[in-house]
């Protein structure tokens, strides 16, 4: 039940936020690459550009080199954490593009 609720207040939340770019229906890696670097962090290593990052944190090179790993998996993940993670209030399209962006790390190495 907590979990639905932590979704369904994600969704409020991100309904609301005001976005960045134009909207469209494909996602977009370089916006995700943006939104990640404007959100993300605090946290994960988002970019080589970036310098420091918490240590028990995947990186998101990490996470695109999982096994299996997919667009859909991370929005998943993002929404419904397993370890303790904020509540990002971001749009459905800056989750799509965000994982997007994931996702393109994976064919970069």
């Known amino acids: 039940m907590s979990a639905l609720f932590a979704f369904m207040l994600v969704l409020a939340f991100g309904s609301t936020a005001r976005t960045e770019g134009p909207v469209t229906s494909k996602p977009d890696p370089e916006r995700g690459k943006e939104v990640a670097e404007r959100v993300c962090t605090n946290c994960h290593l988002v970019s080589d550009r970036q310098t420091k990052a918490v240590a028990d944190v995947p990186s998101f090179a990490a996470i695109a080199r999982q096994p299996d790993q997919s667009e859909e998996a991370i929005m998943a993940r993002i929404i419904l954490p397993k370890h303790p993670m904020p509540v990002i209030p971001i ?8 994982a997007a962006y994931i996702m393109s790390l994976r064919s970069e190495e």
């Open 91 to 98: 749009t459905k399209s800056e989750l799509e593009d965000v």
